[in-house]
């Protein structure tokens, strides 16, 4: 009985060392893309509407920041210019690009299955405005990616750097704190009754 209870042992253990080193390639591989990334193809998306409004007569334009996001003017522009190299980004264009604000938010968490992990809501945001001075034009914006992340990827998506792209966690869904420790004692309490009742038999 020993002799057989010692082989379904290991071969338990080695199965559910093969089920985490599988979880941990998983997870390498389904790595939720940076708040940064993020931005990046949002900034596309700006990119590609600005460049709609730009001809080869009428390629001159302009961007304005605010102070926090100043990090990020470069990368606009050099999104933009790379649609087109006749593009050019001038002080005295009449097409100007403002963004108002940008940021990411956490609304919400919440359990992906019973046994899952907790995962997050996430919005990465940009708003702003388009101003043609020249035809008196003027066009409000908003791009923003809403996504879901593990909670515990939170501080590996986020930037110390760029603080605008971090942002306060959302509270841990409240069963949460009940249940994974009801489950663990129930299981081990379960676990020491079979041992010994198997023992005794």
């Given at each position: 009985m020993?002799?057989?209870r010692?082989?379904?042992?290991?071969?338990v253990?080695?199965?559910?060392i093969?089920?985490?080193?599988?979880?941990?390639?998983?997870?390498?591989?389904n790595?939720?893309?940076?708040?940064?990334?993020?931005?990046?193809k949002i900034?596309?998306k700006?990119a590609?509407?600005?460049s709609?409004?730009?001809?080869?007569?009428?390629?001159?334009y302009?961007t304005a920041?605010?102070?926090e996001l100043l990090?990020?003017?470069y990368?606009?522009?050099?999104k933009?210019?790379?649609?087109?190299?006749?593009?050019?980004?001038?002080?005295?264009?009449?097409?100007?690009i403002?963004?108002?604000?940008?940021?990411?938010?956490?609304?919400?968490?919440?359990?992906?299955?019973?046994f899952g992990?907790i995962?997050?809501?996430?919005?990465?945001?940009?708003?702003?405005?388009?101003?043609?001075?020249?035809?008196?034009?003027?066009?409000?914006?908003s791009?923003?990616?809403i996504?879901t992340?593990?909670?515990?990827?939170?501080?590996?998506v986020?930037?110390?750097?760029?603080?605008?792209?971090?942002?306060?966690?959302?509270?841990?869904?409240f069963?949460?704190h009940i249940?994974?420790?009801?489950i663990l004692?129930?299981t081990a309490?379960a676990?020491?009754?079979?041992?010994?009742?198997?023992?005794?038999?």
């Amino acid at each position: 009985m020993t002799n057989i209870r010692l082989r379904i042992m290991k071969k338990v253990f080695f199965i559910l060392i093969i089920f985490h080193l599988i979880t941990l390639r998983l997870n390498a591989q389904n790595s939720a893309p940076t708040n940064l990334e993020v931005t990046g193809k949002i900034f596309d998306k700006i990119a590609i509407m600005v460049s709609e409004k730009l001809t080869s007569d009428f390629n001159l334009y302009n961007t304005a920041f605010p102070e926090e996001l100043l990090y990020l003017q470069y990368e606009l522009e050099g999104k933009i210019n790379k649609i087109n190299q006749n593009f050019q980004n001038s002080a005295t264009a009449s097409l100007v690009i403002i963004i108002d604000e940008g940021g990411v938010r956490y609304p919400t968490s919440f359990r992906d299955g019973f046994f899952g992990d907790i995962s997050v809501e996430r919005k990465v945001f940009y708003t702003g405005k388009i101003i043609d001075k020249s035809r008196e034009i003027f066009e409000e914006f908003s791009v923003s990616q809403i996504d879901t992340i593990k909670y515990s990827e939170i501080e590996k998506v986020e930037n110390s750097f760029y603080t605008f792209l971090n942002s306060s966690k959302p509270g841990i869904p409240f069963f949460s704190h009940i249940l994974e420790p009801v489950i663990l004692i129930g299981t081990a309490v379960a676990s020491v009754i079979l041992f010994f009742t198997v023992r005794s038999n």
